[in-house]
Nanobody, 122 residues
Framework: QVELVESGGGLVQAGGSLRLSCAAS????????RGWFRQAPGKEREFVAA????????YYADSVKGRFTISRDNARNTVYLQMNSLKPGDTAVYYC???????????????WGQGTQVTVSS
């Protein structure tokens, strides 16, 4: 059974940091692109960051550029999202995903985690 499990979410004050992790099991995702998306209440799920299988291509949403960093450890089948200088507008459920190509589109990812809540207080 293929599974992606996010962890590291929580409550943090504005300006603080969190590091999300997404561990994969059930198959090897080293050849897959990995992405992070988020969904706030009443809003569409939106792209946050993506990284190619090799790590050589990385993309960020404009809203998080310079504050968030995506990375991966293929030996651990894990992708990370380091989030710094958090803002209340970053509050959302964060989802990790795996797919063939690192693109900012939810429809291009085949595997999804269950999500982890990130809440940033002002």
């Amino acid at each position: 059974q293929v599974e992606l499990v996010e962890s590291g979410g929580g409550l943090v004050q504005a300006g603080g940091s969190l590091r999300l992790s997404c561990a994969a099991s059930g198959r090897t995702f080293s050849s897959f692109a990995r992405g992070w998306f988020r969904q706030a209440p009443g809003k569409e799920r939106e792209f946050v960051a993506a990284i190619s299988w090799s790590g050589s291509n990385i993309y960020y949403a404009d809203s998080v550029k310079g504050r968030f960093t995506i990375s991966r450890d293929n030996a651990r089948n894990t992708v990370y999202l380091q989030m710094n200088s958090l803002k209340p507008g970053d509050t959302a459920v964060y989802y990790c995903a795996a797919g063939a190509v690192a693109v900012p589109a939810t429809t291009r990812y085949d595997y999804w985690g269950q999500g982890t809540q990130v809440t940033v207080s002002s």
